[in-house]
């Protein structure tokens, strides 16, 4: 005999059936979504608009360095990262003051660029000022040297472009210490690795320090993003491949203090 009681059964059977299956569906389609492989924006892309740029990209690539230029990816940067975008100071863990210095548009806009006028530009105000309770870096680090604070200035009156080049001779043969391996590590590593500051308790300052990691592996390591050693420069692009040459070639010479 039949009752009317079966048929809400049936329904919540179907119900519970079509939950069942869409939930099979959505599964499958989510975990196919899982294996699509992801799609990378390409770093190298090159931007053919010379003022502004993307904060973390390469900058405007140019084939050549003009040598009246002042590039920002491969001057700049590197020298605000190792000076002030470091471990306790303006890194993006860090952001003392709320101001972070780690790529071009945080540069731009925390240091308050004016391009073509680095006089009403807050960061190059910070690195020129005399009062030691507001000069950038503060103490015990030592103000930047007047050559760097140079380059800063004339990259602002340049147009503050986040721009780039590569050098496209590099003659390693004659390489010395004193004027191809030192000034590298000056401009882009020693901000982190000096005597006040030994990141990692590595002090970069001086033949005989920089010895020490040129004999262990672990300069040519860091430089080359080799397995095992933490990439340098922290934070900053990867030194050119003529920058990397010239340090390879005097340690293979014995890593000289000439
Ligand atoms: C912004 C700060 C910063 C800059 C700039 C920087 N370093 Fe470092 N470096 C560190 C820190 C921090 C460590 C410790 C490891 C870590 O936390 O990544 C370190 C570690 C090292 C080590 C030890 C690596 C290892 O695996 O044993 C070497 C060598 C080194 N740095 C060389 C350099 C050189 C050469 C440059 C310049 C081309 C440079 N660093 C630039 C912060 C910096």
Known sequence: MKTKSKRPAVSIDLLMLSLVFLLTLL????????HEPQILPDKTTMTDNGSSGNGNGNGNQVSTCDPDSIYFQKTILPLLVSSCAKSGCHDALSHEDGIVLDNYQNIMNHGDIRPGNPGSSDLYEVITENDPDKIMPPPPFSALAQSDIDLIAAWISQGANNNNCSDGNCDSS?????????????????????????SGQVN?????????????GSLLGSITHANGYFPMPKGSPMLSDCEIALVRTWIRNGAPNN
Request: aromatic share 8%.
């Open 27 to 34: 599964l499958l389609f989510t975990t196919s979504c899982k």
């Open 174 to 198: 004659n390489v010395t210490f004193s004027s191809g391996v030192n000034p590298i590590l000056q401009s882009k590593c020693i901000g982190c690795h000096n005597n006040n500051l030994a």
């Open 204 to 216: 970069l300052f001086g033949h005989a320090n920089v010895n020490i990691y040129a004999q262990s």
